[in-house]
T-cell receptor, first 112, second 111 residues
Framework: DGGITQSPKYLFRKEGQNVTLSCEQNLNHDAMYWYRQDPGQGLRLIYYSQIVNDFQKGDIAEGYSVSREKKESFPLTVTSAQKNPTAFYLC???????????FGAGTRLSVL | EDKVVQSPLSLVVHEGDTVTLNCSYEVTNFRSLLWYKQEKKAPTFLFMLTSSGIEKKSGRLSSILDKKELFSILNITATQTGDSAIYLCAVRETSGSRLTFGEGTQLTVNP
């Protein structure tokens, strides 16, 4: 089945720890995105990538890092510099930048 | 800075009611406006609008864009409990593929 898969569904981070959220797609889409969603708020863009080996900062990139070594994978690392990481993280992809984005099921990150 | 404002932020209706959700925007170079429905986890795509005055329809849902007044509406007729969700509006500029989202409207449909 074609789709976009995020893992894990739930993740806990300890103080000072870096954690990595996985996003994999087999839709052969070029563009991939990471969003953060806080309660009562819409989605805010963290990073996005339009092609392999290239990515751009979104509106709230501080404390996060990404890589795009393969077309199908766009992992997000939440670093210890992100002081308020508790949120719902959504990954999306689109066949090109002009069409609709399709979302994964999300990862809920909490701080221990 | 680009801005997308949705209203109301929350709405409670009874089954069978008709609802209208609003989305206004301020972007420098508008390209398209998208509507998504988010029930529990992944937002699912509903409509993409690029031209003014052309209604897009899917079953009981419809949407239209007004590029002069910078807003869009999403209508849901004969609401059902399964329509309960957060409805998200997002706008894309011509300069890139990124979307700017509004806060969403939380719709609750009671039986």
């Amino acid at each position: 089945d074609g789709g976009i898969t995020q893992s894990p569904k739930y993740l806990f981070r300890k103080e000072g720890q870096n954690v990595t959220l996985s996003c994999e797609q087999n839709l052969n889409h070029d563009a991939m995105y990471w969003y953060r969603q806080d309660p009562g708020q819409g989605l805010r863009l963290i990073y996005y990538s339009q092609i392999v080996n290239d990515f751009q900062k979104g509106d709230i990139a501080e404390g996060y890092s990404v890589s795009r070594e393969k077309k199908e994978s766009f992992p997000l690392t939440v670093t210890s510099a992100q002081k308020n990481p508790t949120a719902f993280y959504l990954c999306a992809c689109s066949i090109d930048g002009d069409l609709a984005q399709y979302f994964g099921a999300g990862t809920r990150l909490s701080v221990l | 800075e680009d801005k997308v404002v949705q209203s109301p932020l929350s709405l409670v209706v009874h089954e069978g009611d008709t609802v209208t959700l609003n989305c206004s925007y301020e972007v420098t170079n508008f390209r398209s406006l998208l509507w998504y429905k988010q029930e529990k986890k992944a937002p699912t795509f509903l409509f993409m609008l690029t031209s003014s005055g052309i209604e897009k329809k899917s079953g009981r849902l419809s949407s239209i864009l007004d590029k002069k007044e910078l807003f869009s509406i999403l209508n849901i007729t004969a609401t059902q409990t399964g329509d309960s969700a957060i409805y998200l509006c997002a706008v894309r500029e011509t300069s890139g593929s990124r979307l700017t989202f509004g806060e969403g409207t939380q719709l609750t449909v009671n039986p």
